[in-house]
């Protein structure tokens, strides 16, 4: 057990040590709110598509891809998704907080958090795996999000199809994969020059994410944060992991597909969440505090759920 303990703190510590950092350089003024925001942009345009292009270039697609897990993580999300919507729609009767509510249950911060995670579980190899998976996770994240951010607000009339299907399809990530899969399909080499400046981008990505991610902390809203946050902040990080992992070992998933698996579940609501919720008219603020409060716990809930699957010898 101490050994499986001794791991999963090499494994995680590092990812929400490097959040802290940023919390605390934003704290004593060395960054600021702008450049959390500038940086996040490059990460988000520039060095994460980076890092998803060298990984999936490099893969060999005909052993990574695999159908069955993509078709589960669909299904798996797509049931959140209309569960949490149906139950919650019970209670939250304010089209504002509904939509910000299980936005925040189902929406995960994979391509950040979950990179990190699995680059110290699997390394490059989890990596690859977790770059297609990403790849069609995005689009349903997204297709969801604007439509549980607009049906319950009553907009769905004012909603521009064709707008929202253009941002998806010419999302920095989704053209990283499309551009990387020729790479990998036909097994073209880039030249040596191009290779070395990937890599440096793709190298400073998720360093780089993390801190933005710590330097848009405010702990200070915790304080304030209503019922509502510490329940979608639960749901998101006990109930969610707890059920869809224990279905996917159910399925016969195991070692990194199974691993991938549970770090997609188990990962705190995306910062995106909150850029949404305030974009739509939305309930931002109760969207901050989920964002908040999931990052702050996932350390405790990602931690016990790696040394429980690892003293299991399912990872």
């Known amino acids: 057990m101490l050994e499986n303990i001794i791991f999963t703190a090499n494994t995680v510590a590092p990812v929400f040590l490097i959040i802290m950092l ?16 500038i940086t996040s942009d ?17 893969l060999d697609l005909s052993k990574a891809l695999d159908f069955r897990q993509i078709i589960f993580i669909y299904a798996a999300t797509l049931f959140v998704f209309f569960s949490a919507w149906g139950i919650s729609a019970l209670f939250i009767k304010d089209g504002r907080d509904l939509s910000v509510f299980v936005q925040g249950i189902y929406r995960s911060n994979f391509a950040i958090v979950g990179f990190a995670i699995i680059s110290n579980l699997f390394g490059s190899e989890g990596l690859g795996k977790a770059s297609i998976i990403l790849a069609f996770v995005l ?17 769905i009339r004012k909603l521009n199809f064709g707008s929202t299907i253009h941002e998806i399809i010419l999302n ?34 998720l360093p780089l994410a993390l801190v933005g991610i710590g330097g848009s902390l405010n702990f200070k ?6 019922g509502m946050a510490f329940t979608a902040s639960a749901v998101k990080l006990i109930v969610i992991p707890a059920v869809l ?6 399925l016969g998933f195991r070692g990194l597909d199974f691993g991938i698996l549970f770090v997609l579940f188990s990962c705190p609501t995306a910062i995106v ?5 305030e974009a739509m008219g ?6 901050g505090n989920i964002v908040l409060i999931s990052t702050l716990g996932s350390v405790i809930t990602i931690s016990a759920g790696i040394i429980i699957l690892k003293a299991a010898g399912l990872i």
């Open 22 to 37: 940023g919390y605390f350089v934003r704290k004593i003024k060395i960054i600021d709110e702008s450049f959390v925001k």
């Open 42 to 58: 490059f990460v988000f345009n520039v060095s994460l598509p980076a890092l998803i292009f060298l990984k999936i270039s490099s």
């Open 139 to 155: 689009p349903l994240y997204n297709v969801l999000a604007v439509i549980i951010l607009t049906v319950p607000m009553r907009k």
């Open 172 to 205: 920095p990530l989704i053209v990283a994969v499309i551009v990387a899969l020729p790479f990998s399909i036909f097994k073209i080499e880039l030249p040596s020059m191009i290779m070395t400046t990937t890599n440096l981008l793709a190298e400073i990505a």
């Open 221 to 226: 809203n915790i304080m304030q944060a209503s």
């Open 245 to 250: 992992t224990y279905i996917a070992y159910l």
């Open 273 to 277: 969440s909150f850029i949404m919720a």
């Open 282 to 287: 939305c309930n931002s603020k109760l969207a």
